[in-house]
């Protein structure tokens, strides 16, 4: 199995823009004032989605929880009956 670099960015930057929009929205309701939701939700954007990527990249290097010969009993095997 093989996976591209390009999907841990497209799966962060997905995760982020659903992210931020509620941040922006609860920062706004917070404050009152959509410009500083705005930019606070700018800011929770570009750092979060540097740190999700190095998290995920990560990850994905780490061998917990991945085995080599599938027995079909994992919880990522469930197949339905």
Same mark, same amino acid.
């Given at each position: 199995? /093989? ?6 960015? =497209?799966?962060?930057? %997905?995760w982020r823009v659903v992210a931020s929009v509620t %941040?922006? =929205?609860? +920062?706004?309701?917070? %404050? #009152?004032?959509?410009s500083i939701g705005l930019s606070i939700g700018f ?5 979060? =989605?540097? =740190?999700?990527? #190095? ?6 290097? /780490?061998?917990? #929880?991945?085995?080599?010969?599938? +027995?079909?009993? #994992? ?7």
């Open positions: 199995m /093989s996976v591209e670099r390009k999907r841990h960015v =497209l799966k962060s930057i %997905t %941040t922006f =929205l609860i +920062s706004w309701s917070a %404050t #009152g004032n959509s800011l929770d954007f570009v750092i979060k =989605l540097v =740190l999700y990527y #190095g998290h995920e990249r990560i990850w994905y290097r /780490s061998k917990y #929880g991945i085995n080599e010969q599938d +027995s079909g009993r #994992g919880e990522d095997n469930i197949r339905p009956s």
